[in-house]
């Protein structure tokens, strides 16, 4: 029997949306509004909840560039397309961090000095990260070509699926994504899985193996079939 997840709340709500506007508004360009503002919203909420758990979080052991940097990049890869900005506070013994996102938003706040915050939570409990599990995908018209990416095990293949959808719209949205379409680079799924930034599938609870696709292959056994036994 298939073991079945359990979607997030967020995602439960979505679904719910889906079937409530169409009932409650006849308009469906109303209703769509409706349904983006709710996704944005939630998504920003998480965004933010997920930015403070990484300011109490981060393991800062000093100011001293190497650590600043350190951060920094940490910051950079959770974020995506967001522009970091660190500033060390010696007398505070903190660091000062703002991320100015690509949608507007901004996010900002304290990293205090504490080279041991990353392992433990505020009640001494161990942080419990979320283990990715292979998640292969492959375009309709071609299923022979499959592209290694791998989902946090929390998320069903569906939920994979639209957080993966979601990512490449946001992606071809972005500062980046509407630059590469200017140069006239085609806007296809390829393209978009081999330049997405790694923050911005990592937000979205996906990673990716490889930039290129693999051909499926049929394994072939190497030992030899017996042969037919003959009467004498």
């Known amino acids: ?46 965004r933010a909840v997920g930015f403070e758990k990484f300011c109490a979080r981060a393991a800062l052991p000093n100011l001293e560039p190497p650590s600043v940097a350190e951060v920094k990049a940490q910051l950079a890869a959770a974020f995506g397309e967001g522009d970091v900005t660190v500033k060390p506070n010696r007398k505070e013994k903190s660091l000062s961090v703002e991320v100015s996102l690509s949608d507007g938003g901004q996010l900002t706040g304290e990293i205090q000095i504490n080279p041991r915050a990353a392992s433990a939570d505020e009640d001494g409990e161990p942080e419990v990260v979320l283990k990715f599990v292979p998640f292969p995908v492959c375009l309709p018209g071609d299923p022979e070509l499959v592209w290694l990416l791998a989902k946090r095990e929390n998320l069903s293949p569906e939920e994979a699926g639209i957080a993966l959808a979601k990512a490449e719209e946001d992606f071809w949205l972005s500062k980046t994504g509407q630059k590469l379409l200017r140069d ?12 997405v930034p790694a923050g911005l599938l990592s937000e979205a609870g996906l990673k990716r193996h490889y930039k290129e696709p693999e051909a499926v292959r049929a394994l072939r056994s190497l030992v030899k079939p017996a042969g037919r036994q003959t009467r004498s």
């Open 1 to 46: 029997m298939k073991k079945q997840t359990k979607a997030a709340p967020e995602n439960q709500l979505l679904e719910l949306l889906k079937q409530v506007l169409p009932k409650a508004t006849h308009d469906p360009l109303l209703a769509g509004k409706i349904y983006q503002a709710v996704e944005k919203e939630l998504q920003a909420k998480a």
């Open 184 to 195: 006239r680079t085609e806007r296809s799924f390829p393209e978009f899985i081999a330049r």
